[in-house]
């Protein structure tokens, strides 16, 4: 039975942050995909052709509906065979993720945009305004203020489902410690713990300040 290491703690600190600053990485990346597919989801399935509706609609069911890491390692498998192999694990997993979140994204998106009063849909149609004006000026500040608390919510989300690119090779926190674990024979709790005082650092307190916005939005709806 191994025993709490405050040695080991030190030498694979090092590692674990790395991992850390990968996981930050990722984030950003997968959820600048996330928000902004996800508006131009929400936005096609509201006002987009009949066709384009029943795409997105069936694509994106399907992958709410399937595990995150059957997607990750399909397309991981797919891109190294098929598509680029020299495409890293980084990319492809961050784009997985972004898409994947972007399903969620969409959703609150879309449910912004449904609550806005139907009487602004009727006036912006009787006033004959364009469909850019419309959305720029009237429909997407009052969906973005609805919205915005929802979506930060499923980036925080997102943040706490990077590890499962490890499987693909990320070496994010959890694939450090296991890396270090192989290596040393030793450290995998030191490890996990870290990563995991880590992720809680990271991610309780943005936790709050989205519930903070999220209570002054509502208060400020009209």
């Known amino acids: 039975m191994q025993e709490w290491n405050n040695e080991t703690v ?4 090092p590692a674990i942050w790395d991992g850390f600053l990968v996981v930050l990485q990722v984030t950003l990346v997968a959820g600048i995909i996330a928000v902004l597919l996800g508006l131009l989801v929400a936005i096609g399935e509201r006002s987009g052709p009949p066709w384009l509706k029943r ?5 994106f069911q399907f992958i709410r509906n ?6 990750v390692l399909f397309v991981w498998t797919a891109t190294s065979l098929y598509i680029n192999p020299e495409w890293t694990a980084f990319a492809v997993g961050s784009a997985v993720l972004g898409v994947h979140y972007a399903s969620y994204t969409s959703e609150s998106y879309r449910a912004g945009i449904e609550a806005i009063p139907k009487g602004q849909w ?6 004959s305004l364009p469909t850019h004006r419309v959305w720029g000026a009237i429909i997407l500040p009052q969906m973005l203020r609805r919205s915005t608390a929802a979506v930060a919510n499923w980036v925080i989300a997102m943040f706490k489902e990077v590890p499962t690119l490890f499987a ?6 959890i694939a450090q410690a296991q890396k270090y674990q192989g290596q040393n024979y030793t ?3 030191e ?11 990271a991610s309780y307190p943005v936790a709050v300040a989205a519930r903070r916005l999220e209570n002054r939005l509502a208060k400020s709806h009209f």
Do not use: C, H, K
């Not at 795409?55 to 694509?59: A, P």
């Open 168 to 173: 693909i090779g990320v070496l994010e926190m």
């Open 187 to 189: 450290g995998v709790v």
């Open 55 to 59: 795409v997105l609609s069936g694509f």
């Open 66 to 71: 399937t595990p995150l890491l059957v997607q």
């Open 191 to 201: 490890g996990y713990t870290i990563a995991g005082i880590l992720f809680l650092a």
């Open 10 to 13: 030190v030498e694979i600190f």
């Open 122 to 127: 009727e006036a912006a149609t009787a006033l």
